[in-house]
């Protein structure tokens, strides 16, 4: 057996041995075979043949055998020069336990105990197999078929293994005797544990290789679904934005008030999931950037745009473009309800002014005076100087047109330009007769020095009924005048006004039965001195019936004006309702969204029982949240009666549905995010073995210099927590670049604030063994043979197949002067998994 494991080695150098007592007489074999197994030279042998070249050889073999440790016992030159075999043979075990068998050690046992504890495990999974000593175990050559049977897939030459082993021994020296050789079975099995020590290595660099490749993969497909993500949301940012920031105006009020409803179905329907996907898009980048800390990696930067600031940024602008699309919708809507008001009443107005003008271009133009009396010609002039006086109390119905048109021109009124027609008709039409009245007044007072006769009655009757007429054409443009109120107030405002006017009625009534009183007297003198009266009243078309008709139109307006009223009043009340029913609503659940908010904060900040107690609360409370949303819906419903009912103002609260959305959205993110955090501890702590304990010393620590309890340390907060535990950071030069080095390992972004899961990792960073990159190169460096490169036929064989071809894919060609063809280069990949290189 020793023959055969000293020519094992031998052949390496091109010779082998016969018989040991006698190749090894003149030390020459001996040294050559110590220089093979050792890997170091020896002095160098003298050639002569005397007995003292063959002593002094043997004794530097000796003498390097002693160097290495090993003490031998009654062992000298001279025995092995003259050949004692016993002696040799002593030497020759020395050599084979020290190189072959001392080195053996598994969870600290000696060598032998150590090579036997191997073979048990590596034999255990097999029946019948019992491993326990190195005398007879052997015998029935079970140990051994399960031995090379539990590692022949590992074998990659298995064959000359085989046969080199069992030329070491015979089956005789095992089965032949009636208890084999100890030192005999412990050389042979040590060759096996020599062979499968390669094998194992090999299976260890290859379980880390996958290891870490399988957490870069995860890695990346985070980052490639953060990045779509993140490219849908702003998409859907970029796409809404402009629909929010269009101003179409529309030319009616149903045509605003689709596009209200269509925003109010943007935010019931379209908003939220978006919402949604904005939390969980940051949970999932937090997640992430806490993986890759983990797993010593560098901090995932988006690509450009993509940021979670960009996200944020993008979010603000998108709910102001909200804010102001509301405000637009609104302030469109009383614009158009402010322009169908005027509208109507330039109609109104119009239409009376027409119906008030019709004949009277007629009339100016008639010459009948030319053949009238004196007394007519008198008439004539009075009746035109109560024309005069009609005209001008008409001045200002005319100028409230005009200034109505002109109202609706600044308001954009869809239909101006056939209120500008109707508008310009009558101004010219008024113009026109203010010239035909002074023409027609000048040629009855050419005439006037020639009539004398005037019937004083008749023109009294004429200058009173005149202005009671137009008092009641007033009256009753008023009492049929649209408004529009918005609130109790000014409805108030208008029946008041209305109770003020009706309170004039009993004197305009004693006005009106006073100037029919003066037309009895006109009718009482003409009887009673036999004169012919003309058919009507010649200074004014103003008849007693006429007077009577219109006193009559506005006895019927009153109550109908009453009525008005008292129905404006109803709505304002119910406007009221629904003012006091939002504002009660909304006063509760605004103050409950504050009030989740703060007991959210407190729950992150405080330190009452473990992390996963914090979760579980921290759950209860977002199904609580869950829970309350009918109570936003039933305000959302509440606020759309109110819009509906053109209600601009709420004095009963101060809060707004639009604080409201934005307060409940805060909440949902705010606790979402929350729960991510502590999940996040919760994979720090098991990832790093940190105790309950630590994670409460380290919250102490963190809430005490956390001033402004805003969950984050700002630089000079944290610089006064490195000084408490007694990092040099003082203000000077040095102190400063530690500072920022520190700084840079906590904020890898540069956000300018510590959180408290950077604490965590910044706290516990000596006690976590992460790989490195250095791990990776040397467990490529074995699967590879100790080259500087490795092949992709090396790969696929040691590695699973996907992560075979992951790295084949990725590996740059290896360009170092031992390179051959397909050459990869590992170590430029291996850096490259942990930042400190391009890959």
């Known amino acids: 057996t020793f023959t055969a494991w000293c020519n094992s080695h031998l052949r390496k150098a091109g010779t082998q041995i016969e018989n040991i007592d006698e190749d090894f007489r003149d030390g020459l074999k001996l040294m050559l075979l ?38 031998l016992v009654s062992i000298g030159a001279e025995e092995i020069v003259d050949g004692n075999a016993k002696m040799t043979l002593g030497m020759i075990w020395t050599i084979i336990l020290r190189f072959a068998i001392q080195d053996i050690s598994v969870e600290e046992t000696s060598a032998k105990e150590g090579l036997l504890l191997w073979c048990q495990r590596k034999t255990a999974p097999y029946k019948n197999v019992n491993v326990q000593n190195f005398h007879i175990s052997w015998k029935d050559g079970l140990a051994f078929n399960a031995l090379i049977h539990r590692h022949r897939p590992e074998l990659i030459e298995y064959d000359k293994l085989r046969k080199a082993a069992l030329s070491f021994l015979s089956r005789a020296d095992i089965v032949g005797t009636l208890r084999p050789d100890e030192k005999a079975i412990m050389t042979y099995v040590s060759c096996f544990y020599h062979a499968f020590s390669g094998a194992q290595k090999a299976e260890t660099a290859a379980n880390r290789i996958c290891k870490v490749l399988a957490v870069n993969q995860e890695n990346e497909q ?172 008409h001045q200002d119905r005319v100028e409230q047109i005009a200034a109505i048109a002109q109202e609706l021109n600044e308001l954009d009124y869809y239909d101006s330009p056939s209120v500008n027609a109707r508008c310009q008709k009558i101004c010219d039409q008024w113009d026109l007769l203010g010239s035909l009245t002074h023409s027609r007044r000048e040629a009855l007072e050419k ?39 918005h ?48 058919a ?54 605004g103050p409950w969204i504050q009030t989740k908010m703060e007991e959210i904060g407190r729950i992150s900040i405080e330190m009452n029982g473990t992390l996963e107690d914090q979760l579980n609360h921290l759950k209860e409370y977002e199904q609580n949240i869950v829970e309350y949303k009918p109570n936003l819906e039933l305000l959302e419903q509440q606020h759309q009666l109110v819009q509906e009912a053109l209600i601009f103002d709420n004095q009963h609260s101060n809060y707004t549905m639009e604080h409201l959305r934005v307060g409940w959205e805060q909440l949902l993110t705010t606790i979402a995010r929350t729960i991510n955090e502590v999940e996040n501890q919760i994979l720090t702590r098991d990832a790093k073995g940190i105790s309950q304990e630590q994670m409460q010393e380290f919250r102490a620590s963190f809430n005490h210099f956390d001033k402004d309890h805003g969950g984050a340390l700002g630089p000079e907060e944290f610089k006064a927590c490195l000084i408490s535990l007694g ?28 959180t408290f899961q950077a604490f965590i990792d910044f706290m516990s960073r000596e006690t976590t063994d992460t790989d490195t990159a250095e791990q990776v190169i040397n467990s490529f460096r074995v699967l590879a043979g100790d080259k500087n490169y490795i092949t992709a036929v090396e790969l696929r064989r040691e590695l699973p197949a996907a992560q075979a071809e992951y790295c084949i894919a990725r590996m740059a060609p290896y360009a170092g002067p031992d390179a051959v063809p397909g050459a990869l280069d590992y170590k430029s990949f291996s850096t490259a998994l942990y930042g400190e290189s391009d890959l």
């Open 536 to 589: 009507q009243n010649p200074y004014t078309s103003v008849t007693p019936q006429i007077i009577n008709s219109k006193w009559e139109r506005v006895q019927q307006l009153v109550p109908k004006r009453d009525q008005a009223l008292q129905e404006e009043q109803n709505r304002q009340n119910s406007n009221e309702h629904l003012r006091r029913q939002f504002g009660t609503q909304a006063n509760r659940v």
């Open 222 to 393: 985070l980052m490639e679904d953060y990045e779509r993500l993140a490219s849908d949301l702003l998409a859907w940012i970029q796409r809404t934005i402009p629909w929010l920031e269009s101003r179409d105006p529309q030319k009616t009020i149903p045509a605003m008030q689709q596009k209200l409803e269509d925003f109010r179905e943007y935010r019931r329907v379209h908003k939220p999931p978006k919402v949604q996907e904005k939390c969980q898009l940051e949970i999932n980048f937090n997640t992430l950037q806490t993986k890759l800390r983990l797993s010593g990696r560098p901090a995932f930067m988006p690509s450009e745009g993509r940021m979670v600031s960009d996200i944020g940024a993008g979010w603000q602008r998108l709910e102001q473009a909200e804010k102001g699309h509301e405000e637009w919708l609104l302030t469109e809507l009383r614009r158009l309800e402010r322009l169908d008001h005027l509208a109507e009443k330039f109609r109104q107005k119009a239409s009376i002014h027409e119906g008030w003008t019709e004949g009277k271009e007629v009339a100016l133009r008639d010459r009948d005076s030319g053949t009238a009396s004196l007394a007519q010609v008198r008439a004539l002039l009075r009746k035109h100087e109560a024309f005069e006086s009609d005209l001008a109390a």
């Open 447 to 485: 005439m006037e020095k020639q009539l004398e006769t005037i019937d004083e009655l008749h023109l009294e009757y004429a200058k009173r009924a005149a202005p009671f007429n137009n008092w009641m054409e007033s009256a009753m443009e008023d009492l049929q005048d649209m408004f529009i109120v």
């Open 34 to 71: 110590l220089e093979v197994i050792s890997g170091e030279r020896l002095p160098k042998p003298e050639r002569g043949k005397m007995r003292v070249h063959k002593i002094n050889n043997v004794n530097k073999a000796l003498d390097f055998i002693a160097s290495k440790g090993v003490k």
């Open 727 to 754: 990092y040099d950071v003082e203000n000077d030069r040095q102190g400063d670049a530690e500072f920022q080095r520190i700084m840079a390992l906590v904020d890898p972004n540069g956000s300018g604030s510590v």
């Open 487 to 534: 609130t109790i107030e000014e409805i108030q405002g208008l029946i008041t006004a209305h109770d003020q006017f009706k309170s004039t009625l009993p004197d305009a009534d004693k006005e009106r039965e006073a100037i029919l009183g003066i037309q009895g007297e006109a009718q009482r003198l003409a009887e009673l001195h036999g004169l012919q009266l003309p």
